[in-house]
C-alpha cells in the first residue's frame, strides 16, 4: 500500500505541472484581449449600423422571432442576446458594445487550441497572441454587430473541425469533436447566414480525407453523414427564410463586385479595418506579412492537417464568398472576420518554421504591424463620430450626406459636399412599429416624425443638421423617389 502511495504522487504532481503552462498562457492571452477591446470602448458614439442594433434588439422578442425576421436580412440570434444583455448591463455606448468584446475575447482560446493541436505550444501561443492583438478582431469587437458573435460560433466550429480531423482512430473522441462543430455551426447560422460558406468550405477537407483514406470504412463516412444531417436540420428554416429574402432590394445600395473590392477584402482581413485608406502604411503591412508567410512555408511544408485548418477551409470559404458575391454582392470583410483566426495560425506556424536567427524579426515585424494598425485604428482612423459629424455640418451647412434608407429595402446615396472624414448620416426606417430614436443615444440628434414631402424634409436638414428621420411603412420606390428628390433639392 505504501509502494502504491508513493508512486502516485509523484505521477499527479507532473500532471499538475504539465496543467500550468497552459493555464498562465490562457490567462495572459484573456488579459491582453480584453485590455485591448475594451481600451476606449465608447470613445465614439454609436455609428449608424449600431445604432439599428440598438432600436432593432429593443423590440418584443416575439416580433423579433416572428415578423421582425422576415424584415431584418440577418438572423434574429444576435439582436435576441442584445436584447437580453441589455437587460443585465444597460443601454449605455459601452455597455451595447461590452457583449461584442465577451464575444470576441474567447476566439483567442480557440486559436490557443488549434495552434497546440497543429504546432505545439510556442504556435499555440503565438497565434493566440496574434489574434488577440489582431485589429481586425479588436474592430469588430468593439462594434455593436453581430460579427464578434459570428466568429466566435466559427471558431469553435474550426476547433471541433481540427480536433476531429486529428482523431482518426480514438471514436468516441472524434465523435465529441464532430458533434461540436455540428452545434457551432448550426449556431453560426443563427447568426449569419453566409455560415453556409463557411460550412461548405468545412466539408471540403472532410471530403478529401474520406475519399483518400483506404482502406474504405463505413465507420469513419457515417459520423460525418449524421453531422451533414443534423446540419441541414438545424438550419432548414432559417435557410428557407434567408431564400425567401434573397431577391429583395435591400441591397440595392451595394455596387457590383470588382478587383478593387476583393482588394479592399484581402487588405482588411489580413490587417487593416479601415480598408485601405492609408495606402503606402497598408501595402508595407501587406508586403511583410506576405514575406513571413512565403519565407515560413518555403522552409518547411505544411502537412496535412495543418494545410486543411490554414489553407484549405480559408481558402474554400474565400472562392465560395467571392463567387456568390458575383451574384448577390455583400459585406466581404465583415462576414468573413473569422479568418482572422486561420491568418493568426499561418502566421504563428510562419514564424515558427523560418531558422532561429529569423524567428524574432518574424515574430516582431507581425506584432509590430499589428499593434501599429491597430493605434492608427484608435487613434489616426477612428470611427465615424456622430458629434464630430454635427459640429463639422454645423461650420459647413452645404455638408449633406450620405443619406441611408435601412429596412427591408437599404439604399445608400453617397454624396458630400464637401468631403469630411466624420460624417453625418440620415435615414429612412419602413418598419412597422420602429421605436423612435431615442435622445438618450445620440444627444447630438433630434427625433422627429416628419412627412414624406422632399421639401419639408430638406427644410429640417439644413435647420437642424444631423438630425434623424424616422419614417414608418413607406415603400421601397417611395423611398427612392424622395431620396433622389432630396439630392436634387440639395444639389449634390
Not at 118 to 135: E, K, T
Not at 454 to 463: G, I, K, N, R, S
Request: contains cysteine; positive net charge; charged residues 15%.
Amino acid at each position: 500500500m505504501v509502494m502504491l502511495t508513493s508512486t502516485t504522487l509523484p505521477i499527479r504532481s507532473a500532471r499538475t505541472l504539465r496543467a500550468w503552462p497552459p493555464l498562465i498562457d490562457c490567462t495572459v492571452l484573456i488579459l491582453l484581449a480584453s485590455a485591448l477591446r475594451l481600451f476606449w470602448l465608447d470613445r465614439t458614439s454609436l455609428w449608424a449600423d449600431e445604432v439599428f442594433s440598438f432600436h432593432w434588439s429593443l423590440l418584443d422578442p416575439d416580433f423579433l422571432l416572428g415578423q421582425g425576421k422576415r424584415l431584418e436580412v440577418n438572423p434574429p440570434a444576435y439582436y435576441l442576446l442584445l436584447h437580453g444583455w441589455m437587460h443585465l448591463v444597460g443601454t449605455s455606448v459601452f455597455a451595447v458594445r461590452s457583449l461584442s468584446v465577451l464575444c470576441s475575447v474567447p476566439t483567442v482560446l480557440a486559436a490557443y487550441a488549434i495552434g497546440w493541436r497543429l504546432n505545439g505550444r510556442h504556435a499555440a501561443l503565438l497565434a493566440g497572441f496574434f489574434l488577440a492583438i489582431n485589429p481586425l478582431s479588436i474592430y469588430f469587437a468593439q462594434e455593436a454587430r453581430g460579427y464578434a458573435l459570428l466568429d466566435l460560433f466559427d471558431s469553435v466550429a474550426l476547433v471541433g473541425l481540427c480536433y476531429a480531423l486529428a482523431e482518426p482512430t480514438n471514436e468516441r473522441r472524434r465523435l465529441l469533436w464532430i458533434a461540436l462543430f455540428s452545434v457551432a455551426v448550426v449556431a453560426a447560422f443563427r447568426v449569419h447566414y453566409t455560415t453556409l460558406f463557411f460550412i461548405g468550405a468545412c466539408f471540403v477537407p472532410v471530403a478529401l480525407n474520406l475519399l483518400r483514406s483506404r482502406p474504405f470504412f463505413w465507420r469513419r463516412v457515417l459520423p460525418w453523414v449524421g453531422c451533414g444531417l443534423f446540419i441541414a436540420a438545424g438550419i432548414a428554416l432559417p435557410l428557407q427564410t434567408a431564400v425567401s429574402m434573397s431577391h429583395s432590394a435591400d441591397i440595392a445600395w451595394m455596387g457590383s463586385l470588382d478587383l478593387r473590392e476583393i482588394w479592399r477584402f484581402i487588405v482588411q482581413i489580413f490587417s487593416y479595418p479601415g480598408g485601405g485608406h492609408n495606402n503606402l502604411l497598408v501595402g508595407g503591412a501587406e508586403s511583410v506579412l506576405a514575406m513571413v508567410v512565403a519565407a515560413g512555408l518555403l522552409q518547411r511544408s505544411p502537412d496535412a492537417l495543418q494545410f486543411n485548418i490554414m489553407i484549405l477551409v480559408p481558402v474554400s470559404y474565400c472562392v465560395f464568398l467571392i463567387a456568390a458575391s458575383l451574384v448577390r454582392p455583400m459585406l466581404l470583410s465583415r462576414v468573413a472576420v473569422w479568418l482572422s483566426l486561420p491568418i493568426c495560425l499561418l502566421l504563428a506556424y510562419a514564424t515558427l518554421a523560418q531558422p532561429r536567427k529569423w524567428r524574432g524579426f518574424s515574430l516582431i515585424a507581425v506584432a509590430t504591424i499589428f499593434l501599429g494598425l491597430t493605434i492608427d485604428y484608435f487613434v489616426i482612423q477612428p470611427r465615424e463620430d456622430w458629434s464630430a459629424a454635427v459640429r463639422a455640418l454645423t461650420a459647413n451647412p452645404r455638408c449633406q450626406g450620405p443619406i441611408v434608407a435601412f429596412g427591408p429595402y437599404n439604399l445608400e446615396l453617397q454624396h458630400y459636399q464637401p468631403s469630411i472624414a466624420a460624417r453625418p448620416m440620415y435615414w429612412v426606417r419602413p418598419y412597422h412599429g420602429m421605436p423612435e430614436t431615442s435622445e438618450s443615444v445620440l444627444d447630438a440628434m433630434l427625433t422627429h416624425d416628419l412627412p414624406l414631402e422632399p421639401e419639408d424634409l430638406v427644410a429640417f436638414m439644413q435647420a437642424h443638421p444631423g438630425a434623424a428621420f424616422v419614417v414608418r411603412q413607406i415603400h421601397y420606390q417611395t423611398a427612392l423617389s424622395l431620396l433622389g428628390n432630396m439630392a436634387d433639392k440639395m444639389r449634390v
